[in-house]
């Protein structure tokens, strides 16, 4: 059942990460396979598919299982992503920007 819902979700998955590939970074993890990349992750997945929005210094976010369609994974991305963007902004990459500005001068 379990390996059901992973291979439904996985063709979802391929494409929202395919569209959205200039947005962020996207990886995968086989439970199976991977078993001790799991403990690698910041939370402990008990349910699988498990999909994570991880960025350094913010808190994790976990798409919730209701609707794992690429429309859903897409919206999911765009109500928390910009949270994250914006708060980058303030520090570390209006920083480089200003640097990369001054060099291309």
């Given at each position: 059942e379990v390996q059901d819902a992973s291979r439904r979700a996985a063709a979802h998955w391929e494409q929202f990460a395919a569209d959205m590939k200039k947005v962020a970074r996207f990886g995968r993890i086989d439970a199976n396979l991977d078993s001790d990349a799991l403990g690698l992750l910041p939370?402990?997945?008990r349910?699988?598919?498990t999909i994570l929005m991880v960025a350094r210094g913010?808190?994790?976010?976990i798409l919730p299982?209701?609707?794992l369609s690429v429309g859903g994974m897409k919206k999911w991305l765009n109500k928390?992503?910009?949270v994250?963007?914006?708060s980058l902004?303030?520090?570390g990459v209006a920083s480089?920007?200003?640097r990369w500005k001054g060099k291309a001068r």
């Open positions: 939370i402990s997945v349910l699988h598919p913010h808190p994790v976010e299982l209701g609707d928390n992503y910009p994250v963007a914006e902004w303030d520090g480089w920007l200003e």
